[in-house]
């Protein structure tokens, strides 16, 4: 029994205002029928169940929602899973424990994540290193795969039952891997670009990107989701469906739902932002001739600094109206704010000069330590939250007013940075987290 795996393959959840959220990830039991799925918790030494639910059968998870939670006190838990098998009935359990929330005045410890392959699976020096420092909370802030993850690559298919055994093979993986680090605290989920099996992504309010030319830049480059709508619903809920409520549940486009939301925990205010769901792909918003391939401009002589204002989203309007309410609200013990997203809100990769694309960065020699790599420019690399610029400093000028912290991944590279709106050094603070997997190299040598 020691060494089995499922199926109740690990649990996530969130603690916020009283409301305690939690979702389950199984592994395909939704054929067997008469399973019954219950969230227990521990009371006087005896397991008193406070939730009951059913699986969802494409996502194969399983929701609990508890509203009026103390969080005073630490509290066993276990997930009960019930399957009638073969005239008998089996008892399968996940066992971990609610945290009791550190109070307001207290120091709050934060986890974070995000970039994690295969290599080095099953990751166990990460989580023994990460208990190390006692988190009180956790964060994986996007890629909890790529698309390779496994070595089998990814099903390049519209059959959303194919694509999403795919899909939980690898994200079973990342669970086998990190469920310690989140099965006694509580932990936020985001999902990135290799999440939705994409390279990079501009999801245009949740068009349908066309698949008809291939699965590749032709694909990406015009904006939208590659996949079905019905897949993606699925990826958003394994990884979100335990957030708080979002802000504004209104669905986007073909029906895609949104997570973006404000979580308070042991005094400190997040806001949860979806930077790519919203975000016009450049291909769509600049001239022909800048040439975007993979949100590269192709064009040596086109000038982007020229087309700051442009028709072009970054978090679009709802999610600024989101932030202004959030940069004023301090209420429920909130005593500092921090902003969370896939990835930063300025462009800090270079590239050799005269290079349009960052494809060649892996066949360049790896420098030797202490040796400072000359020859370098900045690139313009649309995929990250530099651009489109108008949008950035919008968003930022919002954040800054409740003096927030921006924690972001995405880049690989990790950083520290003072954003600047009209001069440097005008707005805050951001950190961008080191890769779990650093399998795509980036440079900063200015």
């Known amino acids: 029994a020691g060494r089995t795996f499922g199926p109740i393959c690990f649990a996530q959840y969130t603690l916020d205002r009283g409301i305690l959220k939690m979702t389950a990830q199984l592994t395909p039991v939704e054929a067997v029928s008469g399973h019954k799925v219950e969230l227990q918790i521990q009371r006087e030494g005896h397991w008193v169940t406070v939730d009951e639910t059913t699986v969802h059968p494409l996502a194969r998870t399983v929701h609990f929602r508890i509203e009026e939670w103390s969080s005073k006190e ?232 020229e087309y700051y204002d442009i028709d072009a989203e970054l978090l679009g309007e709802r999610q600024l109206k989101f932030l202004q309410h959030w940069v004023a609200d301090w209420s429920h013990g909130a005593r500092i704010k921090v902003v969370l997203s896939q990835t930063n809100f300025s462009n800090l990769g270079t590239l050799p000069e005269g290079e349009r694309s960052d494809e060649i960065v892996p066949r360049l020699a790896i420098p030797r330590r202490g040796e400072y790599v000359g020859g370098d420019a900045l690139t313009t690399d649309m995929d990250t939250n530099g651009w489109p610029a108008k949008g950035r400093d919008e968003a930022l000028k919002i954040i800054r007013k409740g003096f927030a912290l921006h924690i972001a991944g995405d880049q690989h590279l990790a950083s520290m940075v003072q954003y600047g709106v009209d001069e440097f050094g005008d707005a805050g603070f951001a950190f961008t987290v080191p890769a779990l997997n650093n399998i795509w190299p980036r440079r900063w040598w200015p």
């Open 74 to 305: 630490q509290t066993p838990y276990r997930v009960r899973l019930e399957l009638p098998l073969k005239g008998r009935t089996e008892e399968y359990f996940y066992e971990g424990s609610f945290a009791a929330e550190p109070g307001a005045e207290e120091e709050l410890k934060m986890a974070v994540f995000s970039c994690n392959s295969h290599y080095g699976f099953p990751n166990d020096e990460v989580v023994q290193n990460v208990a190390k420092h006692n988190p009180d909370i956790a964060m994986f802030l996007g890629d909890q795969i790529y698309e390779s993850h496994g070595g089998f690559g990814a099903e390049r298919t519209k059959d959303v039952e194919k694509a999403t055994l795919d899909y939980l093979r690898k994200w079973y993986m990342f669970g086998w891997s990190y469920r310690d680090i989140f099965r006694n605290i509580p932990a936020g989920f985001i999902p990135d670009d290799h999440d939705v099996f994409h390279g990079n992504i501009w999801g245009q309010g949740g068009d349908k990107a066309s698949t008809n030319e291939g699965w590749g830049y032709q694909a990406q480059d015009k904006g939208g989701y590659k996949y079905p709508a019905e897949w993606v619903r699925m990826v958003e809920r394994t990884l979100t469906s335990h957030l708080p409520d979002p802000y504004d549940p209104t669905p986007v486009k073909q029906d895609i739902g949104v997570y973006y939301t404000d979580w308070t925990y042991g005094g400190v205010s997040l806001a949860i932002i979806e930077d790519r769901k919203f975000k016009t792909a450049p291909q769509n918003a600049l001239p022909k001739e800048a040439e975007v391939q993979n949100g590269f401009i192709q064009n040596p002589d086109f000038d982007v600094t």
